[in-house]
Structure formats: C-alpha cells, structure tokens
T-cell receptor
Framework: EDQVTQSPEALRLQEGESSSLNCSYTVSGLRGLFWYRQDPGKGPEFLFTLYSAGEEKEKERLKATLTKKESFLHITAPKPEDSATYLCAVQRSYGGSQGNLIFGKGTKLSVKP | ETGVTQTPRHLVMGMTNKKSLKCEQHLGHNAMYWYKQSAKKPLELMFVYNFKEQTENNSVPSRFSPECPNSSHLFLHLHTLQPEDSALYLC?????????????FGPGTRLTVL
C-alpha cells in the first residue's frame, strides 16, 4: 500500500537554528515528490517538485533533497516567518490513480525569535 | 483575480440545508480537484476533473455532488451533511491530471455542520 510518513509531527526551533524535516515513502514507482507549505487557515502553497534520486532544489532558506526512500527538507537559519506546516506528497508512476497525489500528515514547524 | 479562488471562505450549515462551494482557477489549467482536510489527517482526495470530465471519485458519499461546467470552474454541492463532514475543503488545479502534476491550491472553505 502506498504510504507517506512525515517526521517529526511538530518541531520547535530557535531563530537561526538549522534543522531538517523528513518524508519517507513507499509507492509503486515514483513519478514525483512534492513539498508544500501551509499556513493556518490557508491552502497549501507549492514549494518544490523532485523527480529522481539525487536531485536537489533550493528556495531561499529551504533545500529539498530526494533519495529512493525518503526526502528531506533542510531549513537553514530559519526565521519566525518560516513557521508553518510543511506537507509532503508523492505521485505514482503507474497503476490505478497514478496521477493522484498521496499526502503525508505534515510537520508543524514553529520558529521562535 | 489570480491563482485559485474559493467562495465562500466560511460556511455554517445545518444537517438539512443545501449549499454549494465554488472554485475558480485563473491559471489556464485543465484539471481541477476537490480535497477534504480534517485535523490530524492527511489531505483526502475527493474528486478529479480533467477537461471537464470526472476521472476520479474517491468513494465519496453521495451527499457531496461535484459539478465542473468548464475547465475554470468547479462546484461542490452539499446536502444532508453530517457533523463529521465539518472540515476545510480545498480546491486545486493543475495543467493536466495524471502527468506532471504540480497542483496549485485555493485558500479553502471552512465548513461547519451543526
């Protein structure tokens, strides 16, 4: 069964304290892995798509990496405005409902000044 | 308007009411989606439309009825809902369904069923 597990569920950091969020997945052939940011009361905001193991993408203080079994979202020197829930989703490359995204439960990040 | 918009942003309804949620995308996409987001649970895909045709119904109860009159508009008609249907309902769009699938989300409708 396809599954996406994100850890930790919640993470509290001090401003400037770098860390990583994990997304592990089991899927019947990976077409793509997606990272989203969601602020309270809002819809998810697209951040990155990763397609193959070894791929990396960066945006400001965020860097996403992908291996064959998991993805990491590295946050370097975070600021309070990085506080949000970060969602990971995978898309299968074949089989039924192959185009649909399978989401994890998310990691709630809080960055204190 | 830009991106994906949803109205209303908040909705309170009784179990016997009939209401509709509206979604509009201004991105020129051809696929649209409805998701349900409940506390402590992953986003649940409800329906997928590709070029106005429904391609996915993820075992959603019939009290939820989608409508997609064109590639830019998506509705979710609600009737005789249950309190457990209270959730954030999100609309999303992408260039195509089933292929490269970067989905862009609207702000959601917070639904409360009394």
């Amino acid at each position: 069964e396809d599954q996406v597990t994100q850890s930790p569920e919640a993470l509290r950091l001090q401003e400037g304290e770098s860390s990583s969020l994990n997304c592990s997945y089991t899927v019947s052939g990976l077409r793509g892995l997606f990272w989203y940011r969601q602020d309270p009361g809002k819809g998810p905001e697209f951040l990155f798509t990763l397609y193959s193991a070894g791929e990396e993408k960066e945006k400001e203080r965020l860097k996403a990496t992908l291996t064959k079994k998991e993805s990491f979202l590295h946050i370097t020197a975070p600021k309070p405005e990085d506080s949000a829930t970060y969602l990971c989703a995978v898309q299968r490359s074949y089989g039924g409902s192959q185009g649909n995204l399978i989401f994890g439960k998310g990691t709630k990040l809080s960055v204190k000044p | 308007e830009t991106g994906v918009t949803q109205t209303p942003r908040h909705l309170v309804m009784g179990m016997t009411n009939k209401k509709s949620l509206k979604c509009e995308q201004h991105l020129g996409h051809n696929a649209m989606y409805w998701y349900k987001q409940s506390a402590k649970k992953p986003l649940e895909l409800m329906f997928v439309y590709n070029f106005k045709e429904q391609t996915e119904n993820n075992s959603v109860p019939s009290r939820f009825s989608p409508e997609c009159p064109n590639s830019s508009h998506l509705f979710l008609h609600l009737h005789t809902l249950q309190p457990e249907d209270s959730a954030l309902y999100l609309c999303a769009s992408s260039q195509l369904a089933g292929i490269y699938n970067e989905q862009f989300f609207g702000p959601g409708t917070r639904l409360t069923v009394l």
